[in-house]
Structures are given as structure tokens and as C-alpha cells.
């Protein structure tokens, strides 16, 4: 330090106080180096006359003008002023060092140790009296200060009052200070902030805090900085204490959805842990908002914009999907109305997270057909659609044929003219007279240990539906195909339920009430599509549920599923009504009615004092139908599935014998199959086509797919009964071995 130059200024005759500028690095050493040299010490915090208020400098310097007379030593420095100008601005520096420059001390020397006011006291060396005898500039004179004004109302640990911060100054205090006070300092040369608000006061408290004020409002960053201050500032402490972890798998939506601090919190917890969370989705939204009331539609919603193309669509939908599962049907219906925005894009935006969802699918399949995504966003629906393989002795191509017409077109909710044809052709061959009853199916059914379900208006459109079902729930499923009694009405058919004998048994009406009960909530004449199909498929899911949880828990062996008719879709969207005003009321929405003669109805069957319509026709008189009927003998009225459940065997193990197989161009591509259990009822299905397995031995199985005559490979599904118990890919090979595009030509 230049200490010689005190020294100097002390052995001189200069009679007016030293300026001594210093860094503040240097600032505490000098002042120890000057208390050492028997210097007294005068802080300008003294002068303040209470704790925030501006010291009183007019005071000081009368103070120091009569020191000689009063004070007993001959040596003071003064600390502090350079701090308080510093605060205060370059006018009052400039003024007030101008006063100090010529103050007469008389016999008494001043050192004025000034820090932070450098250009201020150079500038007074324009005075050439002003020399080196009464100034110091030391090689050092940074002064690294910066003062943050705190508004009272702002909740953070800060120095009271401008008495307070100048001791501080005093006392060494470098960097940034923060300080409530009233005292203007506007024109300070130091830097200065403002803390105005809760926000710039966690700003200040946690300098990585980094998110836009507009996450929030004042009312929630007040809330959020006392939480810091309680918490010693640790947001991991706080997002603990609130119970938040990184794990979405929680209820999310009561966590977004409320008004609550803590609801914005947890969108704080997550702005802030953006790209911890693991959803790509989920941190895009964040990317994209800055308002806490915008983040749970904008969860809802920010999907719509993405293209199903963008290469993160498929796991932002996934993801999406998670999140919003829990999303009450209001507001998805809302999600609904804003992603009809585009047509061509809106469906791979749905799930089926929501009934409000899937009949929003299945409407747009109505206008638009079926989309290559539906597997994707509607399974259940996807799985309906399948072509289900019947094995009914002479009539399993013809109802598999008509059942998949059926729902296609019961789907698209339009009627094919050549369908219609073959209704009429069925409506007066009846074949389905050669399929045995339904009761005689049950009687020769094991019963005991079993437990019977009666699923009204269960039809067998919906049994490829429920062999995925089983398959996906661990359930074996046989499958028996019956007829019920005409006409199809319950009071004909529930001879099987009122005679059962085994302890178990029960009656699910929901489907019925669905499809032609007010109570159930459908009306054709409100809403022509075939949405009730929705809570048709969750109707028959809930059924297959609880029977799979019945035979885990091993109260039974077996489920019996059986049904005292179907109904038909199709028989509605007919709107075809007979010309017969009869004395007895149409029942069933006129499907059937109590005989009368003379008529002249081509496609009405006699049936047990009932005059019962085979076509799609309607007799007059009777109430309209919801939004499907029964009572008739269509096919989907009249054919009903037996289903018997039991718990899948684990062990069953089919494959083929070799991958390869070689093309017969006359005969087919012939395979073995080895199985280590034997079996009685094996078969392949292959392009919807279900090929018979002939038992070679215990072990094996041969099986001619007589329509693959053409090289290359062929995925296929194996089964036991109605179980889907294997699927395997045949390499269908020309006889040189390899595959031929010139040998397929030929075909």
C-alpha cells in the first residue's frame, strides 16, 4: 500500500483532508494498516440520524471543520463516504467532494478512504492545487458493488434500512446487497436492481431460476417465495415436502387440473425439471407454454398441430395417451370439437381412452372408412372388424361370409344391395334351421363347477371381438354355434337360464337396453351412426373381465356365456315397413306380431303362433326402434353364440416341424406341425381362411393350405378349438428351393 504517502501527507502543511481511493480488495488491509498507525476512525453511518435516513453530511463536515478544537487526537479516517456518493450519484459526489476538497482542518489530518468513486476524485485533479500531496489513487481501485432495492412487500431476507447497508459497506461488504429502504437511490453510480415483486425476489434468492414471470401470477410467486424461505431456498425440498416425483404414472390430471398452489407448483416442478421427466410429449408441451392456465389444454390440444407423419408422432401419441387417460368426458369432448379441425389427420389424433372418443372414431369411419391406424387408436374396434372363421358343418363359409358383410356394413352404416339380395334368399331358405338349439348345445356341456352368464341380445357378430378378448385375458374359449326359438324374443328363449340347476348363474340386461331400451341412452332418431357400438364392445369387455377374474380366483372351472337372441343393425337402417295394418300390436319394433291370416309375406316364417319377418321389413304399428331390433329371424337375430371359458393351459406348445415348405402348384404347400400335448381339434389360420390339421400321431400334425400355391412367406395363426395358441410364418418355397417369381406367374 501507499502508505508512504500518508505518511508524507502527514509530515506536510497541507491543512485540507487527504483523498485516499482504493479498491475494494484492497480497501480492508488499508484500513488496518491505518488503524495500526494510530489512526481514529469516523463511519459516515454515524451521521444518519435514524435507521433509514440519510447521513447528515452538511453535520459531518461542520464536524470535521472543528475538530481541531474538539478532538483530542491529531490523526482521522474517515470511512464510508466513498460508499455513501457511490449510492447517491455523481452530482452529489461531485458536490460534496468538492466541499471536502478545500474543508480546513486546521492541525488536524483527515484521510479520507474513499472506495467505488475513482472517476470522482480524478476529476478534482483538475485543479492543479489538488496534487499528489492530498490525493492517492491506488494502482487498484475496483469497486465491485451492486445493490438490490427490495420492495417491502416482497418476502426475502434483506439488510433493513440505508444506516444498515452503509455499515455494511464499512465493514467490507462487497458484491451484491441486498436492502429494503425509502431512501431514493436512483442515481446510483453502483449497479442497481430493483426487486419490485415476489418473482424478482426468487430471481434474486435462487439466481438459476430462470422461468418468464408469465408462468405465474403475484399472488402464486408470494406463496413460492415463502416456501424458498422455509426451505433453507431448496425447491428439492419443497417439490418433496408437495410430494412430487418424476414420475407421470401418478394422477396426473389432478395434479394440472385444479386452481390450487399446488396444481401450479407442479407445473413449476415440471418447467423446471423439462427433459428430466422422460416424455418427449410431455416436455414439448412445456416448450411450448408459458402460462400456467394454458398447460392442461395445451396437454389436451398441442397433439392436433403434430402431423401423424413428424417422425415423434407415434411416442408423443403414446405418451399423450398416458397422460390425458384420466381427462374427465367433458373435456375431451372438448379435445373432440378442436380436432375436427382436419379431417384427413383428426383420426390419428383420437384414442380410446373415452367413450366420447370412440364413437368420435367410429363416426369418422362412417364418412370416411376405415383407417390404416385403427389397430392403433381403437384395438377393440379394429378387433370387431376381423373376419371371424365359423365352423358350423356346411354353413361355416356362408356365416362367415355374412358376418363380416354384416359389420362392415353395420360399421359404415350403409346397406349393400347385393347383401340385401342374400337376406332375402336366407330369409326364405332358413338355413339356419340346420344349426342345433341352443339348448341342446348346454345340455350336452359339462356343468358342474361351472357358473352360467346370460349376456342378453349377444349375437354372434361380435365373437371375433371376444376371441381376442380371451386370448389377450389368458382365458382357453371354445365356441359353440346355436339358433334360437322364433320368434327372437327373450320370452321364448330363456328356457336355458330359468332351467339351469348348478348354483351359479346371472343375467346381464346392458346390452339389450343399449340397443332397443330408451334407458339405454341411444336413439336412431336423434343420431343415425352406429356410435352405441362403442358402449357395446365395453359392455361385452366388462363381461369377459369379470369372467376372467372369476376363474382366477378359482371360484369356478368354467364360465358359460349364452344369449337368448341377437339383434340387427341393418333391419333399421332398412326403414322398410309391411303393408299390413294388423289387429295386434307390432311387437319388437314390429319385427314380429301374433298371427293373423290371410297375408302375403313372402319372407315371414310361422312360428309359434307368431308371424316372424325373416327379411328386413317392419310391421306397421309397432314404436321405432332405438337403434337395433330382435324378434325377427335375420340371421343376426336368430344365430347366438355358447361360449365356454376356462383358464388358458400355459403348456400348450405347437410349431412347425420344418420353416420351409415346398409349393404344389396342383395341390397347395403342405406342413407338419409337432405339438408335445395331444390334441383333437387343431387347425391353421391363414388370409382369414381356416385350414383343418390332420393328426399324423401323438405328436404331429399335417395340414394342406390348398390355396397357397405361390412362393414367399405366409404368416398364420395356429389353434386349438376357438385358442389362438401359436403364430408362426410358413417360407413357401418353389421345388428348387428358393423363391420363384417365374413359377408364381404362372398363377
Request: proline share 2%.
Amino acid at each position: 500500500m501507499s502508505i508512504e504517502k500518508v505518511n508524507a501527507y502527514l509530515a506536510s502543511s497541507v491543512s485540507t483532508p487527504f483523498f485516499y481511493s482504493v479498491s475494494d480488495r484492497n480497501y480492508l488491509s488499508v484500513r488496518e494498516k491505518l488503524t495500526e498507525s494510530g489512526f481514529s476512525i469516523v463511519k459516515v453511518s454515524d451521521y444518519c440520524q435514524n435507521d433509514d435516513k440519510l447521513p447528515d453530511i452538511d453535520g459531518l463536515i461542520n464536524d470535521l471543520r472543528t475538530l481541531d478544537s474538539t478532538f483530542v487526537g491529531k490523526k482521522v479516517a474517515l470511512i464510508g463516504l466513498g460508499e455513501y456518493l457511490t449510492l447517491r450519484g455523481r452530482r452529489e459526489a461531485a458536490s460534496v467532494l468538492s466541499q471536502l476538497k478545500d474543508l480546513n482542518l486546521g492541525t488536524i489530518k483527515v484521510v479520507l478512504l474513499l472506495c467505488g468513486i475513482e472517476t470522482q476524485v480524478k476529476d478534482l485533479q483538475s485543479d492543479p492545487r489538488f496534487d499528489r500531496r492530498r490525493c492517492c489513487l491506488s494502482d487498484e481501485t475496483d469497486c465491485n458493488l451492486s445493490i438490490t432495492l427490495v420492495s417491502p412487500a416482497v418476502d426475502i431476507t434483506a439488510t433493513m434500512g440505508f444506516k444498515a447497508l452503509l455499515m455494511k459497506l464499512e465493514n467490507d461488504k462487497t458484491g451484491n446487497i441486498a436492502v429494503k429502504t425509502v431512501v431514493n437511490l436512483n442515481d446510483a453510480i453502483a449497479t442497481l436492481h430493483k426487486i419490485s415483486n415476489s418473482y424478482e425476489g426468487i430471481r434474486l434468492t435462487c439466481p438459476k431460476f430462470d422461468l418468464p414471470y408469465s408462468c405465474g401470477n403475484e399472488q402464486q410467486w408470494t406463496r413460492l417465495l415463502s416456501e424458498i424461505n422455509q426451505n433453507n431456498g431448496s425447491f428439492e425440498k419443497i417439490f418433496k415436502k408437495y410430494g412430487f416425483t418424476n414420475d407421470l404414472n401418478i394422477d396426473f390430471y389432478n395434479l394440472v387440473a385444479g386452481l390450487d398452489f399446488r396444481n401450479w407448483l407442479y407445473f413449476i416442478f415440471l418447467k423446471i425439471r423439462i427433459n428430466v421427466s422422460g416424455s418427449g410429449y410431455l416436455n414439448y408441451v412445456l416448450e411450448i407454454t408459458s402460462q400456467f392456465d394454458k398447460f392442461k389444454d395445451n396437454v389436451l390440444n398441442a397433439i392436433i398441430e403434430i402431423n401423424h407423419t413428424d417422425n415423434r408422432f407415434h411416442s408423443f401419441y403414446l405418451e399423450r395417451k398416458a397422460l390425458v387417460d384420466n381427462f374427465p368426458e367433458s373435456e375431451i369432448a372438448n379435445f373432440v370439437i378442436n380436432n375436427r379441425k382436419n379431417i384427413n389427420e383428426s383420426i390419428y389424433k383420437l384414442t380410446d381412452n373415452t367413450r366420447t372418443e370412440r364413437e368420435e372414431i367410429i363416426s369418422w369411419v362412417v364418412k370416411n372408412g376405415i383407417p390404416s391406424c385403427l389397430t392403433l387408436v381403437y384395438p377393440a374396434l379394429s378387433s370387431y372388424l376381423e373376419r371371424y372363421e365359423f365352423k358350423c358343418d356346411g354353413l361355416s363359409t356362408l356365416l362367415t361370409d355374412y358376418f363380416e358383410a354384416y359389420k362392415k356394413q353395420k360399421v359404415s352404416n350403409k346397406l349393400d344391395n347385393e347383401f340385401l339380395t342374400k337376406v332375402e334368399e336366407f330369409a326364405q331358405s332358413r338355413k339356419y334351421n340346420r344349426l342345433p338349439t341352443r339348448n341342446e348345445i348346454i345340455e350336452r356341456l359339462v356343468k358342474t363347477d361351472t357358473y352360467l352368464l346370460w349376456v342378453d341380445a349377444l349375437g354372434v357378430e361380435y365373437l371375433a371381438f371376444i376371441s381376442e378378448l380371451a386370448r389377450s385375458l389368458g382365458l382357453s374359449l371354445s365356441i359353440y354355434i346355436a339358433r334360437s326359438e322364433l320368434p327372437t324374443i327373450t320370452i321364448k328363449n330363456r328356457g336355458f337360464f330359468d332351467d339351469w340347476q348348478e348354483s351359479g348363474k346371472e343375467k346381464n340386461e346392458e346390452l339389450d337396453t343399449i340397443k332397443h331400451k330408451e334407458a339405454g341412452g341411444y336413439n336412431f332418431e336423434n343420431n343415425e351412426l352406429p356410435i352405441h357400438l362403442a358402449r357395446e364392445l365395453e359392455i361385452i369387455t366388462n363381461v369377459l373381465d369379470k369372467a376372467a377374474t372369476e376363474l382366477a380366483l378359482r371360484h369356478y372351472k368354467r364360465i358359460l356365456i349364452a344369449s337368448d337372441h341377437g339383434a340387427s343393425r341393418l333391419a333399421v337402417l332398412r326403414r322398410k315397413e309391411e303393408k299390413y295394418e294388423t289387429d295386434t300390436k307390432g311387437e319388437h319394433s314390429g319385427r314380429c306380431c301374433k298371427y293373423f291370416e290371410p297375408y302375403d309375406l313372402p319372407f315371414a316364417a310361422e312360428e309359434n303362433g307368431y308371424l316372424v319377418l325373416a327379411d328386413y321389413g317392419r310391421f306397421k304399428g309397432s314404436r321405432a326402434a332405438n337403434v337395433e331390433v330382435h324378434g325377427g329371424a335375420s340371421l343376426e337375430e336368430v344365430v347366438v353364440p355358447v361360449i365356454e371359458l376356462k383358464l388358458k393351459n400355459e403348456n400348450i406348445d405347437i410349431s412347425l416341424v420344418e420353416p420351409t415348405a415346398t409349393v404344389d402348384f396342383r395341390d397347395g404347400t403342405a406342413i407338419t406341425l409337432f405339438s408335445k400335448s395331444e390334441f383333437e381339434d387343431v387347425s391353421i389360420v391363414l388370409k382369414g381362411k381356416r385350414y383343418p390339421a390332420v393328426k399324423i400321431d401323438a405328436n404331429h400334425y399335417s395340414v394342406t393350405l390348398f390355396d397357397i400355391k405361390r412362393t414367399g412367406e405366409y404368416p398364420a395363426d395356429i389353434y386349438v378349438g376357438d385358442d389362438l395358441v401359436s403364430k408362426i410364418k410358413i417360407i413357401a418355397l418353389g421345388k428348387s428351393g428358393r423363391v420363384n417369381n417365374e413359377f408364381n406367374e404362372l398363377f
